[in-house]
């Protein structure tokens, strides 16, 4: 039994293994470990990057059947190829967020746009039945001076936003816009809710989950 369940093991992770674009050792890591844990119809799915990857949402929410299925450092492209371990699953619910390392990455917002639909796209097609929530990038905040190729792309992020918006509504998916809560008068990220200007602190976590509770509760 052992020895079918290692083989079975192995060809799960050998999709994402063989896949087209190289990641990082973490992702294989945690790409592997959702492959193994799957999903099923009851399930509230979190998926995203390291700003989804970096909250625990069950607890925060008091929701045991949210799972977090954010990595950090992933890219739309990665999510792409890992979305199989979520929609074989048929989840009652996908909340998506994810773009800003693709803007690190000096990709347009026209191509990140693209890419997004693309994904929503696919989600709704794999598994019809889901209710997906898009959520806007949120804002950052480059006075940190952490994320040196982040500077300059506050518009980026506003211009992908608006895109966002569209393809959202036009997929049949919730759209959820978190930049305003996020912002400053300036549109930065506001400085109390990060201490690098691009990852959230506990209260920031606090303002999200408020903004989707009544999202994950209906």
């Given at each position: 039994?052992?020895?079918?369940?290692?083989?079975?093991?192995?060809?799960?992770?050998?999709?994402?293994?063989?896949?087209a674009t190289p990641h990082?050792?973490?992702?294989?890591?945690?790409?592997?470990?959702?492959?193994?844990?799957?999903?099923?119809?009851?399930?509230?799915?979190?998926?995203?990057?390291?700003?989804?990857?970096?909250?625990?949402?069950?607890?925060?929410?008091?929701?045991?059947?949210?799972?977090?299925?954010?990595?950090?450092?992933?890219?739309?492209?990665?999510?792409?190829?890992?979305?199989?371990?979520?929609?074989?699953?048929?989840?009652?619910?996908?909340?998506?967020?994810?773009?800003?390392?693709?803007?690190?990455?000096?990709?347009?917002?026209?191509?990140?746009?693209?890419?997004?639909?693309?994904?929503?796209?696919?989600?709704?097609?794999?598994?019809?039945?889901?209710?997906?929530?898009?959520?806007?990038?949120?804002?950052?905040?480059?006075?940190?001076?952490?994320?040196?190729?982040?500077?300059?792309?506050?518009?980026?992020?506003?211009?992908?936003?608006?895109?966002?918006?569209?393809?959202?509504?036009?997929?049949?998916?919730?759209?959820?816009?978190?930049?305003p809560h996020f912002a400053?008068?300036?549109?930065?990220?506001?400085?109390?809710?990060?201490?690098?200007?691009?990852?959230?602190?506990?209260?920031?976590?606090?303002?999200?989950?408020?903004?989707?509770?009544?999202?994950?509760?209906?």
């Amino acid at each position: 039994m052992y020895r079918i369940l290692s083989l079975l093991t192995g060809l799960l992770c050998c999709t994402i293994a063989n896949a087209a674009t190289p990641h990082s050792e973490l992702y294989y890591q945690r790409a592997s470990l959702f492959d193994a844990l799957g999903v099923d119809s009851t399930s509230i799915v979190f998926l995203g990057n390291s700003l989804t990857h970096g909250c625990e949402w069950h607890e925060l929410m008091r929701r045991p059947e949210i799972v977090n299925r954010g990595i950090n450092g992933d890219i739309v492209e990665g999510i792409e190829e890992r979305l199989d371990c979520v929609t074989d699953g048929r989840p009652a619910k996908i909340f998506l967020l994810c773009g800003v390392n693709d803007v690190s990455h000096d990709l347009s917002a026209d191509s990140v746009a693209t890419a997004l639909e693309k994904l929503i796209s696919h989600i709704r097609t794999a598994s019809p039945s889901t209710r997906l929530y898009v959520q806007s990038l949120l804002p950052i905040n480059n006075s940190f001076g952490r994320y040196k190729r982040l500077t300059g792309k506050e518009q980026v992020i506003r211009d992908i936003n608006t895109r966002l918006r569209d393809a959202a509504v036009g997929n049949g998916a919730v759209w959820i816009d978190l930049y305003p809560h996020f912002a400053d008068a300036e549109g930065n990220l506001r400085r109390e809710l990060t201490n690098d200007g691009l990852h959230l602190m506990a209260p920031g976590y606090i303002i999200w989950r408020d903004i989707l509770q009544p999202y994950v509760d209906e």
